[in-house]
């Protein structure tokens, strides 16, 4: 069996789509028919199979062309995967949780043998097959965190703890949702938030910290969080901003259901053994317009949520421009009826 | 003193003596009065276990004010990069009870600041007083330039040129705001650049 | 969300005396796999069932990191405590089946530190032992500094040695040794963090002298579990459940709330990881507070009490439980 990787991309030409099963397994994010900030989180346990949740560390259909599109950003900047000086250890932690979780979800693609510290790694997507001793960083083509992260979805932050903070102080970013690890590395929790509107003030992240430096070994945490994208492309960075920036004034209403992504982050939180640092996977789905009314329950709840969204945060979230577009389209699917509970399709 | 905003904007305080062996100033123009300030707080002896590195300016004033405390050391700089050959070889020879003391422009105390963070300081424990001017040091994140002594808001790179947001959003390690375009997504948007930093 | 950790199922492996008060012991889990790894400095919560009483205790892991096919810890007898170690000494013995929590850090390695300054006293010198075993193995550079009242009860002082050679410097009390400590603090490179570890007397006395000598606090670590003091008996009211229970004059009020069926979360039960903290509603009498976690003014405020470690003295007192 396993998964059937497509081939598309996630600029130029944008080929990207989601087959039938991958819709209906897409981790919607609102539970109701508004939103707001809370600290909505949750154990990260493992959920129903066919859903995002079926292991803790999700690969999907879209895993080569993504591994691929990071490879290319990383090529045009370096400066989008960096690990200060103290944070080598971490990696390797990081390195363990990868190939442990993805060799245990998808032993037909992963494979991690261990014998002692001689550990051999096989990735049948990639095909790649590297025997390396662990914790010597001489034995590997990029450092623990790179050369793993290469070859995992998502986005990864890695957080040192220390003085009942964390402190970004290493990361693979390249799908990030208009921030820059460049810029904000080294920063602690409240620093790199602190461009967020509304939640400082509602206390959000005093809280948030106080869970995040409780994570224990063994018991990671997750949360959702979502924002839109022109044109299915993974890399909305600061740094190419005025690249993609002019996506946003392309919409019309003609385009609207191709152009227009729900872009949601299920981010998860996990302690480190070895360092004691906390990693924080930032796993990135995309989903276009026309792809997610397929489910009517969803295309009446994203109308009402977009419609009534506070302002601070449709201008954080960057919607502005095109937001009337948007909803004038949703709400030709909204015909007023009940929304069930629950983030489920009907 | 600038306006209160968002929590990676940094915070300076005043000057106040630390307990420690050995005391080391960097200060730029007015910040030497914050130097004079602390002074009237110190303890008996304070300044026989300080050294003081100031960059004057072109009028050379504060300087005998500075004597008048008879540090240790006092030098005197003409530019941040002339001292920091000095500065990083005290840091590298120094002993944990060395205490830091920034004081002057943004930019001076970013830059020292950035210093001191890599000889092992944390930036908790330094001092900083905030004087003069508040022209920013700006980082470009599309370039990654830096543009010194911004005024206006917003800002033209003096690297690749974009117009560029000057946003509060700091980085120490970079000791620099963050400057992101602000018309990427119509160029033909020119916003009126206002000189707001000063 | 309630936090705290998951649980081992393990069995004593291992009892080995070391000196005339430190006892060894060794866990393995019962299934056979590996320990969960853990850093240096980090803790377990060892479940200690006595007849009808449970006693949870937290201990220091002192094994090599690297070495996940068994836990160990070091216990000192306590004569006079509340009797968690004594039941370790007397009725732990290999083959016994325990429970012990996950680790938990709360006395982790700076590793920005460009050196490592460790100080140790008596039994305080296990996290140490896990510590310098993980920066020996990745070239970390410290320097640790033992004290012990006689070169016998210098526990794995000699290990230390032959380990670590001139990197670990001993004092013995006997011989009336004593760490030159303004001097020490004074030489150490910029960037070095300290770590003190052992009674609470040495813990207070380095962390003064550090800050004197103008340590910033970001650079002084220090760990020290609190045992929790026997005393006199006291009810005590919880609101939520409108129970009135009496503490037992040699159990905690943490136990006394755990065995009345209300379970408060909980990292370290010494009164450090700050996570079994609880409102008081009312209370007249005194509070005998002994955690490192409230600020001096939550101590005088009345409001606050960490219910591990801490006990009152009184009319009455209604807790937020």
Same mark, same amino acid.
């Given at each position: ?227 839109? &994208? ?84 449709? &201008? ?31 | ?24 100033? #960097? ?122 002594? #911004? ?14 947001? #000057? ?32 | ?12 492996? !291992? ?15 019962? !299934? ?46 306590? !004569? ?39 100080l140790a006293g008596g039994i305080g010198i296990t996290p140490f032992m896990a510590q310098t075993s993980q920066l020996a193995g990745s070239g970390g ?15 794995y002082a000699d290990v230390l040695q032959q380990r670590y050679d001139r990197r670990v410097r001993l004092y013995h009390d006997d011989l009336d040794e ?18 003190? *570890? ?32 026997p005393g006199a008996p006291f009810d005590v009211t919880l609101a939520v459940t409108g129970k009135t229970i009496r503490v037992g004059s040699q159990q ?15 990292? *370290?039960?010494?009164?450090? *990881?700050?996570? *079994? ?45």
């Amino acid at each position: 069996m396993g998964i059937t990787f497509r081939k598309e991309t996630f600029r130029d030409d944008f080929t990207f789509r989601n087959s039938p099963e991958h819709i209906r397994r897409f981790p919607f994010p609102f539970h109701e028919d508004s939103y707001m900030y809370a600290v909505n989180i949750e154990p990260h346990v493992v959920g129903p199979k066919g859903s995002v949740l079926e292991n803790l560390i999700d690969v999907d259909e879209h895993y080569v062309a993504e591994m691929q599109d990071r490879a290319l950003v990383l090529a045009e900047d370096p400066l989008r995967c960096q690990s200060l000086p103290h944070m080598t250890l971490a990696g390797w932690d990081l390195l363990e949780l990868l190939m442990e979780q993805q060799a245990l979800g998808y032993p037909e693609h992963f494979t991690l043998t261990r014998d002692g510290d001689r550990w051999r790694w096989i990735n049948r997507p990639l095909g790649i097959d590297d025997t390396f001793t662990f914790g010597d960083t001489s034995t590997l083509p990029y450092g623990p965190m790179e050369y793993i992260t290469r070859q995992s979805q998502g986005d990864f932050c890695i957080l040192d703890q220390r003085d009942g903070n964390l402190w970004m102080d290493a990361g693979m970013v390249t799908t990030q949702a208009d921030w820059s690890l460049d810029f904000d590395i080294g920063m602690n929790f409240f620093e790199w938030h602190a461009p967020v509107p509304l939640a400082h003030e509602k206390g959000i992240f005093i809280r948030a910290l106080k869970f995040l430096t409780n994570i224990q070994q063994g018991k990671p945490a997750r949360r959702l969080n979502w924002t839109m &994208t022109i044109n299915p492309r993974l890399d909305t960075s600061p740094e190419n901003y005025h690249k993609w920036g002019p996506d946003r004034t392309t919409v019309t209403p003609e385009n609207v259901g191709d152009k227009v992504h729900l872009r949601v982050e299920l981010q998860s939180f996990w302690r480190l053994p070895r360092s004691n640092g906390v990693v924080f996977p930032i796993r990135c789905y995309l989903i276009k317009m026309d792809e997610l009314v397929t489910q009517p329950k969803w295309a009446r709840r994203l109308h009402r949520v977009i419609r009534d969204l506070p302002e601070e945060l449709a &201008t954080y979230k960057g919607l502005t421009r095109y937001r009337p577009t948007l909803v004038e389209w949703l709400s030709k699917l909204d015909d007023g009826s009940a929304t069930s509970p629950g983030f489920g399709p009907d | 003193m600038a306006a209160k905003s968002i929590i990676s904007r940094p915070v300076y305080g005043t000057l106040s003596p630390q307990a420690g062996k050995h005391h080391l100033f #960097v200060a730029d123009a007015e910040g030497a009065l914050a130097i004079i300030g602390m002074a009237k707080n110190a303890p008996a002896g304070f300044f026989d276990g300080a050294e003081i590195v100031f960059i004057p300016g072109s009028d050379g004033k504060y300087v005998a004010a500075l004597e008048a405390l008879k540090p240790a050391q006092l030098h005197l700089a003409p530019s941040f990069p002339s001292l920091l050959p000095r500065l990083r070889q005290t840091l590298t020879n120094a002993h944990m009870g060395l205490r830091l003391y920034l004081s002057g422009t943004e930019g001076l105390i970013g830059q020292a600041m950035q210093v001191a963070l890599e000889a092992g300081i944390d930036h908790t424990s330094m001092q900083t007083e905030h004087r003069g001017s508040l022209a920013r040091r700006m980082q470009c994140v599309h370039c990654k330039g830096i543009t010194e002594n #911004v005024t206006t808001q917003p800002a033209s790179c003096s690297h690749c040129g974009l117009l560029l947001l #000057v946003r509060d959003h700091y980085s120490r390690r970079l000791a620099a705001f963050q400057g992101v375009c602000i018309n990427a997504e119509d160029r033909s948007e020119i916003p009126p650049m206002e000189e707001i930093f000063r | 969300m309630s936090t705290g950790t998951t649980k081992l199922d393990v069995v004593v492996s !291992d009892v080995v005396p070391v000196n005339e008060l430190v006892t060894r012991f060794h866990f393995r889990r019962r !299934d056979g796999e590996l320990l969960p790894t853990f850093s240096g400095g980090a803790h377990v919560v060892v479940e200690m069932r006595d007849g009808e009483r449970t006693r949870l205790n937290p201990y220091s892991l002192m094994g090599s990191p690297l070495n996940t096919s068994e836990y160990t810890i070091s216990v000192r007898r306590d !004569d006079v405590g509340r009797g968690g170690s004594l039941f370790m000494h007397r009725s732990v013995k290999p083959g016994l089946e325990m429970v012990i929590s996950y680790p938990v850090n709360l006395f982790s390695l700076d590793l920005r530190a460009r050196k490592h300054l460790m100080l140790a006293g008596g039994i305080g010198i296990t996290p140490f032992m896990a510590q310098t075993s993980q920066l020996a193995g990745s070239g970390g550079n410290f320097e640790l500094h033992y004290t012990c009242r006689t070169a016998s009860l210098g526990t794995y002082a000699d290990v230390l040695q032959q380990r670590y050679d001139r990197r670990v410097r001993l004092y013995h009390d006997d011989l009336d040794e004593r760490i030159d400590l303004d001097r020490l603090l004074s030489s150490q490179p910029l960037g070095t963090h300290l770590y003190v *570890c052992g009674p609470a007397g040495m813990i207070n006395w380095v962390r003064d002298r550090a800050a004197a000598l103008g340590w910033p606090s970001e650079t002084v670590h220090f760990e020290h579990f609190a045992a929790p003091q026997p005393g006199a008996p006291f009810d005590v009211t919880l609101a939520v459940t409108g129970k009135t229970i009496r503490v037992g004059s040699q159990q905690s009020l943490l136990e006394a709330i755990e065995a009345a069926g209300v379970d408060p979360p909980y990292l *370290c039960r010494g009164g450090v *990881c700050g996570q *079994c903290e609880t409102n008081v509603v009312s209370h007249d009498g005194k509070f005998i507070h002994n955690d490192h976690w409230l600020s001096e003014e939550d101590h005088r405020s009345g409001c606050k009490i960490m219910p591990c470690v801490s006990r009152f003295e009184g009319k009455s007192l209604v807790l937020e439980r």
